[in-house]
Nanobody, 120 residues
Framework: QVQLVESGGGLVQPGGSLRLSCVASGFPFSYWAMNWYRQTPEKERELVASITSDGGEINYAESVKGRFTISRDNAKNTVYLQMNSLKPEDTAVYYC?????????????WGQGTQITVSS
């Protein structure tokens, strides 16, 4: 059974930091790219950060560059999102995503989401 379990969300003041974790099980984690998305009621789901299976390529949305860091530990089947200098506009539900393209077909697994609220 595939599972992606996020943790680390919560309420934080502007300028603060949080670290999200996503523990994966039920599939070969080290072969899959991992992504963090976020969504608010007003916006479509947005790709925040991505990391390839071996960690060799990392990309960020422009809105979080220089503030967020994605990393992974394949030995622990875990991907992280370190979020610094948080702003109220970072408030959203954050989702962990596992992605792999196999024989021209895309496969995706999703976590349940964790709420981040940035407010004073």
């Amino acid at each position: 059974q595939v599972q992606l379990v996020e943790s680390g969300g919560g309420l934080v003041q502007p300028g603060g930091s949080l670290r999200l974790s996503c523990v994966a099980s039920g599939f070969p984690f080290s072969y899959w790219a991992m992504n963090w998305y976020r969504q608010t009621p007003e916006k479509e789901r947005e790709l925040v950060a991505s990391i390839t299976s071996d960690g060799g390529e990392i990309n960020y949305a422009e809105s979080v560059k220089g503030r967020f860091t994605i990393s992974r530990d394949n030995a622990k089947n875990t991907v992280y999102l370190q979020m610094n200098s948080l702003k109220p506009e970072d408030t959203a539900v954050y989702y962990c995503n596992a992605h792999r393209r196999i024989f021209l077909r895309n496969y995706d697994y999703w976590g349940q989401g964790t709420q981040i609220t940035v407010s004073s």
